[in-house]
C-alpha cells in the first residue's frame, strides 16, 4: 500500500494540477470508449484548471473577507440583507453541481461590512465540496462569529443535479435550507422581518 497522496497540502498549484490531470486522464479513459479523440486532448488541463476554481474556497479565509470597518456602523441596526446571492456548489456525495441562490442577512451590533463581502462569504463555503444544510450553518455562523451582530438569518434555495438527472430523479426540486442566530431565531418580529424580506 502506498501511502494517499495529500492533493491539499501540495505546496504548489503545478504539482497539484499535475496529478489532477492524471486522474482525469484516467477518468476519461474509463468512462469514454474512443478516449483518444481530439475533442478530448485538451480535457484533463482543463478539467484541473477548473476543479481549482471550484474547490479554490479551501484556501480562503472567511474571517479576512470579513474584516469590519466602523465608520457610520453605530447608527445601523436595522436588518441588512442582500438577496439572490447566486450559489455554485458541488455535493460531497457525487460531485455533481448544486445550483441556486442564498438570501444573507445580518443585524449589525457595531460592526457592518461591506455588502460585496456577503456574496464573497457565500462563495468561500460554496466553493468546497458541501451537503446544502452545512453550507448554510457555515455561512451564519462565519457571520455570527465574526462581526457578533444581534441577529443572523440565512436561506439558500438549490437545485441538486445528482437528485434531479440520477437516482429518484426529481426534476426542478427545490431544497429550501434555513439557519438562524440570535434575535432572528429567538424573536418572532425579527424572524417575521427577515422571512418577509426573502419572500
Ligand atoms: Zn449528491
Known amino acids: 500500500m502506498t501511502e494517499p497522496v495529500q492533493l491539499h497540502a501540495m505546496t504548489t498549484d503545478d504539482a497539484r494540477n499535475k496529478e489532477l490531470e492524471r486522474l482525469f486522464r484516467r477518468f476519461l479513459e474509463i468512462v469514454e470508449p474512443e478516449s483518444g479523440r481530439q475533442g478530448l486532448a485538451e480535457t484533463p488541463q482543463r478539467m484541473a484548471k477548473a476543479w481549482g476554481e471550484w474547490t479554490a474556497g479551501y484556501a480562503e479565509d472567511p474571517a479576512d473577507i470579513l474584516k469590519t470597518f466602523d465608520d457610520g456602523a453605530e447608527n445601523v441596526d436595522e436588518m441588512v440583507l442582500v438577496r439572490d446571492i447566486p450559489v455554485y456548489s458541488h455535493c460531497e ?9 442564498a438570501h444573507v442577512a445580518y443585524i449589525p451590533s457595531g460592526k457592518i461590512v461591506g455588502l460585496s463581502k456577503l456574496a464573497r462569504l457565500v462563495n468561500v463555503y460554496a466553493r468546497r465540496l458541501q451537503v446544502q444544510e452545512r453550507l448554510t450553518n457555515q455561512i451564519a455562523d462565519a457571520l455570527n462569529d465574526n462581526l457578533s451582530p444581534l441577529g443572523v438569518g440565512v436561506i439558500l434555495k438549490c437545485r441538486h443535479m445528482c437528485m434531479e438527472s440520477r437516482g429518484i430523479r426529481t426534476p ?12 432572528v431565531k429567538d424573536e418572532p418580529d425579527c424572524r417575521a422581518e427577515f422571512l418577509e424580506l426573502c419572500r
Do not use: N, Q
Request: glycine share 14%; with cysteine.
Open 93 to 101: 456525495h457525487h460531485l455533481a453541481p448544486i445550483i441556486g441562490v
Open 172 to 183: 426542478g426540486a427545490l431544497t429550501v435550507t434555513s439557519a438562524l442566530r440570535g434575535c
